[in-house]
């Protein structure tokens, strides 16, 4: 057993949380609200009142947070996570955050001499919940094979990257995909709407062909039946466009899809739709071509 504290119980939080539990690991939980502890309480973890509270006698700190904004409040501050985490402790970040916030935490934990590992993962609140995430690892290769069998529980893969900041920099290249995968498919639907194609027979053969892809079977029906249910929100989608597009600009890189994906998520954002699936930039595509996908 390992004595895990794991702070921000979000999204993808707490299925991790009864993962680790289920294995057998020790948790201590913090989260900025106190809503989601008590159904960790109830599954067998420890709430603490802080974050050095939370941590103290940690053999391993984990967390996941939504953006450089909630790094720099609980990691960065004063009195924050990296002035409390212990020499002995190995600290795991699974956020999808800028390659310049990672650095900072790790120049921060660098300074007092702490072990960090930057493990954004992908998947959402399913693939949390069923231990199926895939998280890609950047730091010390001996430190993340240190923490393995506490990533395994939640992942069904792990992949090692290469030194600090590899992790967060494949996330932004993966997130990309995703970003372009959504447009496609709401281009495809689109096209196939307006030329008077069954939409549940391009979807049957989006399913078999050498171009398929989980994305498209996982969103496509939901987008006939309208159905935007959040697990992975529109406002974070937004977030990630932003960090690609800026990590990429300093690389000299063209992001050509990404941008145009932008376009629609800040269209969906404008009509209201932040707290609804990430792929409601679908529907802000099929409306601006004047159509509805789930007639």
Same mark, same amino acid.
């Given at each position: 057993m390992t004595r895990i504290a794991y702070l921000g119980l979000g999204t993808m939080g707490l299925g991790m949380v009864k993962n680790l539990?289920?294995?057998?690991?020790?948790?201590?939980v913090w989260n900025r609200?106190? =809503?989601?502890?008590?159904?960790? /309480?109830?599954? $067998? &973890?420890? #709430? =603490?009142?802080?974050?050095?509270? /939370?941590?103290? $006698? &940690?053999? #391993?700190?984990?967390?996941?947070?939504?953006?450089?904004?909630?790094?720099?409040?609980?990691?960065l501050s004063e009195g924050g996570l990296a002035s409390v985490a212990d020499p002995s402790s190995i600290?795991?970040?699974?956020?999808?955050?800028?390659?310049?916030?990672?650095?900072?935490?790790r120049d921060a934990y660098d300074a007092?001499?702490?072990?960090?590992?930057?493990?954004p993962v992908f998947g959402s609140r399913g693939e949390a919940a069923a231990g199926g995430?895939?998280?890609?690892?950047?730091?010390?290769?001996?430190?993340?094979?240190?923490?393995?069998?506490?990533?395994?529980?939640?992942?069904?893969?792990?992949?090692?990257?290469?030194?600090?900041?590899?992790?967060?920099?494949?996330?932004l290249v993966g997130n990309l995909v995703?970003?372009?995968?959504?447009?496609?498919?709401?281009e495809a639907l689109t096209l196939g709407a307006k030329a008077g194609l069954d939409l549940e027979k391009v979807l049957g053969v989006l399913k078999v062909t050498d171009f398929r892809s989980p994305i498209f079977d996982?969103?496509?029906?939901?987008?006939?039946?309208?159905?935007?249910?959040?697990?992975?929100?529109?406002?974070?989608?937004q977030k990630d466009g932003r960090l690609i597009q800026a990590f990429a600009a300093g690389l000299g890189a063209p992001v050509p899809s990404v941008e145009a994906a932008s376009r629609y998520v800040d269209a969906a954002m404008d009509a209201g739709w932040q707290e609804e699936n990430a792929s409601a930039l679908i529907k802000a595509l099929s409306d601006n071509a004047g159509i509805s996908l789930s007639d």
């Open positions: 539990l289920a294995a057998g690991h020790g948790v201590t609200s106190e =809503a989601p502890t008590k159904e960790a /309480a109830d599954a $067998g &973890a420890t #709430v =603490a009142s802080s974050v050095a509270t /939370a941590v103290d $006698g &940690a053999e #391993v700190v984990m967390y996941c947070f939504s953006d450089d904004t909630a790094i720099d409040a609980v990691v600290v795991i970040d699974l956020s999808t955050i800028s390659p310049e916030k990672s650095a900072a935490e007092r001499n702490v072990p960090f590992l930057d493990a995430l895939w998280i890609v690892i950047g730091g010390d290769e001996a430190t993340f094979e240190e923490v393995r069998n506490v990533l395994e529980p939640i992942s069904e893969t792990l992949h090692y990257m290469g030194p600090g900041g590899s992790g967060v920099r494949m996330k995703v970003a372009s995968q959504l447009l496609a498919l709401g996982g969103v496509g029906p939901s987008v006939l039946a309208d159905d935007y249910s959040p697990s992975f929100a529109l406002k974070l989608m």
